[in-house]
Protein backbone atom coordinates (compact mmCIF):
# COMPACT_ATOMS: atom_id res chain seq x y z
CA UNK A 1 0.00 0.00 0.00
CA UNK A 2 1.23 3.20 -0.99
CA UNK A 3 0.40 6.76 -2.01
CA UNK A 4 2.10 8.43 -5.17
CA UNK A 5 2.09 11.78 -5.36
CA UNK A 6 2.66 14.37 -8.36
CA UNK A 7 1.89 17.34 -10.20
CA UNK A 8 4.73 19.53 -8.75
CA UNK A 9 6.85 22.05 -10.50
CA UNK A 10 7.94 25.88 -10.99
CA UNK A 11 4.32 28.51 -11.89
CA UNK A 12 4.74 31.94 -11.60
CA UNK A 13 2.95 34.24 -9.18
CA UNK A 14 -0.38 34.06 -9.85
CA UNK A 15 -0.68 30.97 -11.66
CA UNK A 16 -2.13 27.83 -11.38
CA UNK A 17 -0.60 24.29 -10.79
CA UNK A 18 -2.79 20.90 -9.95
CA UNK A 19 -0.97 17.91 -7.74
CA UNK A 20 -2.09 14.59 -8.08
CA UNK A 21 -2.11 11.85 -5.32
CA UNK A 22 -3.05 8.15 -5.87
CA UNK A 23 -3.10 5.16 -3.46
CA UNK A 24 -1.82 1.53 -4.84
CA UNK A 25 -1.94 -1.78 -3.22
CA UNK A 26 -4.81 -3.58 -1.96
CA UNK A 27 -7.28 -1.17 -1.09
CA UNK A 28 -10.57 -1.03 0.35
CA UNK A 29 -11.69 2.25 1.05
CA UNK A 30 -9.56 5.97 1.17
CA UNK A 31 -11.29 7.33 4.33
CA UNK A 32 -9.34 10.63 4.41
CA UNK A 33 -7.37 12.08 2.63
CA UNK A 34 -5.21 15.55 2.65
CA UNK A 35 -2.07 17.93 1.39
CA UNK A 36 0.07 18.90 3.61
CA UNK A 37 3.57 21.18 3.03
CA UNK A 38 6.85 21.85 4.58
CA UNK A 39 8.48 25.16 3.46
CA UNK A 40 12.42 25.57 4.33
CA UNK A 41 12.98 26.24 7.94
CA UNK A 42 9.50 25.75 8.59
CA UNK A 43 7.26 22.80 10.20
CA UNK A 44 4.89 20.80 7.88
CA UNK A 45 1.59 22.10 7.97
CA UNK A 46 -1.78 21.28 6.99
CA UNK A 47 -3.06 22.01 3.67
CA UNK A 48 -6.31 20.07 3.23
CA UNK A 49 -8.28 17.56 3.67
CA UNK A 50 -11.08 15.60 2.53
CA UNK A 51 -13.36 12.90 3.23
CA UNK A 52 -14.40 10.32 1.38
CA UNK A 53 -17.79 11.62 1.52
CA UNK A 54 -16.79 14.96 -0.03
CA UNK A 55 -16.47 16.87 2.71
CA UNK A 56 -13.60 19.41 3.35
CA UNK A 57 -11.40 22.16 5.20
CA UNK A 58 -8.53 24.22 4.22
CA UNK A 59 -5.75 26.25 5.67
CA UNK A 60 -6.52 29.76 6.52
CA UNK A 61 -3.85 30.76 3.93
CA UNK A 62 -5.00 28.71 0.94
CA UNK A 63 -9.09 29.29 1.72
CA UNK A 64 -10.44 30.70 -2.12
CA UNK A 65 -7.06 29.71 -3.27
CA UNK A 66 -6.94 26.10 -3.43
CA UNK A 67 -9.41 23.17 -3.84
CA UNK A 68 -9.06 19.80 -2.55
CA UNK A 69 -10.77 16.98 -4.28
CA UNK A 70 -11.73 12.96 -3.71
CA UNK A 71 -12.10 10.51 -6.43
CA UNK A 72 -13.06 7.47 -4.52
CA UNK A 73 -13.75 5.28 -7.73
CA UNK A 74 -9.65 6.03 -8.72
CA UNK A 75 -8.75 5.78 -5.13
CA UNK A 76 -6.57 9.70 -5.45
CA UNK A 77 -7.13 13.03 -4.40
CA UNK A 78 -6.08 16.29 -6.05
CA UNK A 79 -4.83 19.85 -5.20
CA UNK A 80 -6.11 22.57 -7.75
CA UNK A 81 -3.79 25.70 -6.65
CA UNK A 82 -4.86 28.92 -8.21
CA UNK A 83 -3.54 32.21 -8.17
CA UNK A 84 -0.24 30.67 -6.29
CA UNK A 85 1.66 33.19 -4.06
CA UNK A 86 5.62 33.01 -3.70
CA UNK A 87 4.61 31.49 0.10
CA UNK A 88 3.15 28.89 -0.69
CA UNK A 89 6.20 27.67 -2.30
CA UNK A 90 6.67 23.83 -0.64
CA UNK A 91 7.11 20.72 -0.55
CA UNK A 92 3.75 18.94 -0.62
CA UNK A 93 2.94 15.50 0.46
CA UNK A 94 -0.49 13.53 0.74
CA UNK A 95 -1.44 12.23 3.02
CA UNK A 96 -4.32 9.24 3.24
CA UNK A 97 -6.00 7.37 6.11
CA UNK A 98 -6.53 4.38 4.42
CA UNK A 99 -8.31 1.13 4.67
CA UNK A 100 -6.70 -2.01 2.93
CA UNK A 101 -6.95 -6.00 3.22
CA UNK A 102 -4.18 -7.51 4.96
CA UNK A 103 -4.78 -10.88 4.61
CA UNK A 104 -8.15 -11.50 5.05
CA UNK A 105 -8.57 -8.68 7.77
CA UNK A 106 -9.24 -4.84 6.96
CA UNK A 107 -6.60 -2.48 8.51
CA UNK A 108 -6.59 1.31 9.10
CA UNK A 109 -3.08 3.03 8.92
CA UNK A 110 -1.76 6.46 7.61
CA UNK A 111 0.56 6.67 4.92
CA UNK A 112 2.44 9.38 3.55
CA UNK A 113 3.46 9.79 -0.28
CA UNK A 114 6.61 10.96 -1.29
CA UNK A 115 7.02 15.21 -1.40
CA UNK A 116 6.20 16.90 -4.38
CA UNK A 117 7.91 20.54 -4.62
CA UNK A 118 6.12 23.21 -5.49
CA UNK A 119 8.10 26.43 -6.19
CA UNK A 120 6.44 29.81 -7.24
CA UNK A 121 8.28 32.50 -8.88
CA UNK A 122 7.71 36.25 -8.05
Known amino acids: VQLQASGGGLVQSGGSLRLSCAAS????????MGWYRQAPGKQRELVAR???????NYADSVKGRFTISIDNAKKAVYLQMNSVKPEDTAVYYC?????????????????WGQGTLVTVSS
Open 50 to 56: ITSGGSS
Open 25 to 32: GTIFSTDI
Open 95 to 111: NGALTYYSGSSLVTDAF
